[in-house]
């Protein structure tokens, strides 16, 4: 079945622990993003990958950081230095970048403690 | 950057009523596509419309780019098409990801 996957669904932080978001999609698609939502509010962009081994910031970068060592995975580390870490963590992907269709993930649900 | 503006915010309807929802955005896009969300928090992707009308079902939706708004349209409404839906844009510049408005939240009494 093709589609995105993100782990875990719900996920519990200590104040100062790093942890790490997973996002993995087999749909061969070149590109990956990650958005943040908080309560009644649209996404907003946190980073994106067009190829991998390549990344760029997206609006809301800091606190956060990403790897893309594979094609099929982007995870995101919420980094202590995020000063408000609690929201619904969405990855996305689009065949290529420039505008292509993107396909959401089902979301992490993360609360920081 | 690019502004994305959608209403209204909240809209409550009986069930078998029509709506409309509106997005209107600040520049020229590349890309326009509408989500519903359901209540796990899903994104469920409905149109991509940079321009033009098309119809799935129940639903259509129409791009007037020229005038900068997409309207979604719902047509006979059931209660599972309760939920928040969104515009997203991607205008070309800057970062290569989506700009979403706030959403319009949608609650279909049975």
């Known amino acids: 079945d093709g589609g995105i996957t993100q782990s875990p669904k719900y996920l519990f932080r200590k104040e100062g622990q790093n942890v790490t978001l997973s996002c993995e999609q087999n749909?061969?698609?070149?590109?990956m993003y990650w958005y943040r939502q908080d309560p009644g509010q649209g996404l907003r962009l946190i980073y994106y990958?067009?190829?991998?081994?390549?990344?760029q910031k997206g609006d809301i970068a800091e606190g956060y950081s990403v790897s893309r060592e594979k094609k099929e995975s982007f995870p995101l580390t919420v980094t202590s230095a995020q000063k408000n870490p609690t929201a619904f963590y969405l990855c996305?992907?689009?065949?290529?970048?420039?505008?292509?269709?993107?396909?959401f993930g089902p979301g992490t649900r993360l609360t920081v403690l | 950057g690019i502004q994305v503006e959608q209403s209204p915010p909240d809209l409550i309807l009986q069930e078998g009523a029509n709506s409309t929802l509106r997005c209107n955005f600040s520049?020229?896009?590349?890309?326009l596509q509408w989500f519903h969300q359901n209540p796990w928090g899903q994104l469920i992707n409905l149109f991509y419309?940079?321009?033009g009308t098309k119809q799935n079902g129940r639903l259509s939706a129409t791009t007037v780019a020229t005038e900068r708004y997409s309207l979604l349209y719902i047509s006979s409404s059931q209660t599972t098409d309760s939920g928040v839906y969104f515009c997203?844009?991607?205008?070309?510049?800057?970062?290569?990801?989506?700009?979403f408005g706030k959403g319009t939240h949608l609650i279909i009494q049975p």
């Open positions: 419309i940079p321009s």
């Open positions: 749909l061969n698609h070149d590109a």
């Open positions: 997203a844009v991607y205008s070309g510049g800057g970062a290569d990801g989506l700009t």
């Open positions: 520049d020229s896009v590349n890309n």
């Open positions: 996305a992907s689009s065949l290529a970048g420039g505008g292509d269709t993107q396909y």
């Open positions: 990958s067009q190829i991998v081994n390549d990344f």
